[in-house]
C-alpha cells in the first residue's frame, strides 16, 4: 500500500531532551515536507528536501533540523525542544502537484 | 506575499443539502490548487488537484473549481452526508519560483458538519 509513515504518532517529552520524528514514504517520491498545525494558525510548512541531500527552509524553521540521507526517509530533528515546539506535526511527500501526508505526530514538550 | 483565506470557518448543514465551500488566494501566480479533507486529530486526505491551466475537477459528488483572474476556488460537495463532516483545507502551490524552490502555502480551513 502507498503510504507515509511517522514514529512516534504521540510523544510527551520534557524541555531540552533531543529527539527525532521519523518520516519515511514508499511511492519513491523526489519531494517531501514537514509540516507542523496548530491552532488558529493552520499548517506551516518546517522543512522541504527536493531530492536526497537536498534540503530547504520553509516559513517557519528555527529549532528544526532536517535530514534526507536516502530518497524514502526525511526525519525530522528537535536538537533542543522547547515548549512552543508542542504542535501537530505532518510529513508529506508528493508527486507532480499532489501531495500525500502522513498520520501525524503530536508532540507535547513540557 | 500569497495568503489563502477560506471562508466560511465553520458551516452546519442539515443531510442531503448541496453545498459551496470558498478559497481565496491574494497572488494569481500559481502552479495548482489542491483541497484536502481533514478528520479530528487525523492526517489529511487528497480530494482534488486542479493544475493551474485546468478550470475544474471533479470525483464523485465533489466538483472544485479554479479561477485565477480572480484568486479563486469552490468546492462543492452534493447530497452531503454526515460522513462528509470534517474540516476542509486549500492549499496553493505558488508559481513563478525557482524550480528548487517547494513552498505549499495553506488556508485555515473550513469546518464542516453534516447533520443527519
Known amino acids: 500500500e502507498a503510504q507515509v509513515t511517522q514514529n512516534p504518532r504521540y510523544l510527551i517529552t520534557v524541555t531540552g531532551k533531543k529527539l527525532t520524528v521519523t518520516c519515511s514514504q514508499n511511492?519513491?517520491?523526489?519531494?517531501m515536507s514537514w509540516y507542523r498545525q496548530d491552532p488558529g494558525l493552520g499548517l506551516r510548512q518546517i522543512y522541504y528536501s527536493m531530492n536526497v541531500e537536498v534540503t530547504d527552509k520553509g516559513d517557519v524553521p528555527e529549532g528544526y533540523k532536517v535530514s534526507r540521507k536516502e530518497k524514502r526517509n526525511f526525519p525530522l530533528i528537535l536538537e533542543s525542544p522547547s515548549p512552543n515546539q508542542t504542535s501537530l506535526y505532518f510529513c508529506?511527500?508528493?508527486?507532480?502537484?499532489?501531495?500525500?501526508f502522513g498520520p501525524g505526530t503530536r508532540l507535547t514538550v513540557l | 506575499k500569497q495568503e489563502v483565506t477560506q471562508i466560511p470557518a465553520a458551516l452546519s448543514v442539515p443531510e442531503g443539502e448541496n453545498l459551496v465551500l470558498n478559497c481565496s488566494f491574494t497572488d494569481s501566480a500559481i502552479y495548482n490548487l489542491q483541497w484536502f479533507r481533514q478528520d479530528p486529530g487525523k492526517g489529511l486526505t487528497s480530494l482534488l488537484l486542479?493544475?493551474?491551466?485546468?478550470r475544474e475537477q471533479t470525483s464523485g459528488r465533489l466538483n472544485a473549481s479554479l479561477d485565477k483572474s480572480s484568486g479563486r476556488s469552490t468546492l462543492y460537495i452534493a447530497a452531503s452526508q454526515p460522513g462528509d463532516s470534517a474540516t476542509y483545507l486549500c492549499?496553493?502551490?505558488?508559481?513563478?519560483?525557482?524550480?528548487?524552490?517547494?513552498?505549499?502555502?495553506f488556508g485555515p480551513g473550513t469546518s464542516l458538519s453534516v447533520i443527519p
Open positions: 508529506a511527500s508528493r508527486l507532480g502537484g499532489e501531495q500525500f
Open positions: 486542479i493544475q493551474s491551466s485546468q
Open positions: 492549499a496553493v502551490r505558488p508559481g513563478g519560483m525557482k524550480t528548487s524552490y517547494d513552498k505549499v502555502i
Open positions: 511511492m519513491n517520491h523526489e519531494y
